[in-house]
Each structure stands twice: as structure tokens, then as C-alpha cells.
């Protein structure tokens, strides 16, 4: 997969299955866009995508800012 470039509707047609696995990620510590990507085997530029949406509807929260790079945690469903 390195080195191609995907089209942002194929990127966003994934979103379901990456939501899954970013919040994976995420169970254990909060991390950066680079380490949740590197987690689950996909560029950054597409976990920007995922994770910015994500935060938008309040799936993954911001928790500090490491390096130059905000943390994401994820924000628990409510009733769970």
C-alpha cells in the first residue's frame, strides 16, 4: 500500500471498519495521529481523516499535546 495515493470518497467509504480499530487503539492510553496509524497499519494523512470526524461527533477527545502532536483518547459511549 505504500506509496498510493487513495481517493478521499475510498478513504471515507472505510470509515466504519477504522472507527473500530481506532478506538482499539485507543483503549489502553491515549496516543497521536503518527501512533494510531502506525497501530493499525495506515498512513497518517488517512488516520487525520478518521480521527478529525471521529472527534466531530465526539468519539475521541483531545487529551494533551506531545511533541507538537495533540493526544486522542476515546470518549466513552454514554450508558456504557
Do not use: N
Not at 7 to 17: G, K, P, Q, T, Y
Not at 26 to 31: A, G, T, V
Not at 54 to 71: I, N, S
Amino acid at each position: 500500500m505504500k506509496g498510493v495515493i487513495r481517493d478521499v470518497r475510498e478513504i471515507i467509504r472505510d470509515e466504519m471498519l477504522m472507527r473500530v480499530k481506532i478506538l482499539a487503539a485507543l483503549q489502553d492510553e491515549p496516543m497521536t495521529v503518527p501512533e494510531i496509524a502506525q497501530a493499525i497499519g495506515r498512513p497518517s494523512h488517512e488516520v487525520m481523516y478518521w480521527v478529525m470526524g471521529m472527534r466531530k461527533y465526539g468519539q475521541v477527545a483531545e487529551t494533551e499535546e506531545d511533541d507538537g502532536y495533540f493526544k486522542y483518547r476515546a470518549v466513552p459511549e454514554e450508558g456504557k
